[in-house]
């Protein structure tokens, strides 16, 4: 049973970490560079090069996420799903 609570406590602080906040969202602007970027959401969970453009995705791409596309290094383009 303490397993259980204990389990249950750490999961719960985890979940209060997530970088994936509505206020984190709301703190990206266009024309930040990557770095500046990470600094607010932490590293992303992929990075994809299409057409000239680094698409980098933090959560998971069909649940909660935030997605932010980039062309020499600087976010041009934000999306998020489900983020609160």
Not at 51 to 75: E, Q
């Amino acid at each position: 049973m303490f397993r259980k609570v204990l389990l249950l406590g750490l999961l719960l602080m985890l979940a209060g970490c997530s970088k994936l906040t509505v206020q984190n969202y709301d703190k990206l602007e266009v024309g930040m560079d990557y770095k500046a970027v990470i600094q607010i959401l932490g590293n992303p969970d992929t990075c994809e090069e299409k057409f000239g453009t680094n698409g980098c995705i933090w959560g998971d791409k069909k649940a909660k996420h935030i997605k932010v596309s980039f062309i020499a290094n600087k976010a041009v383009f934000f999306e998020q799903k489900d983020i609160e």
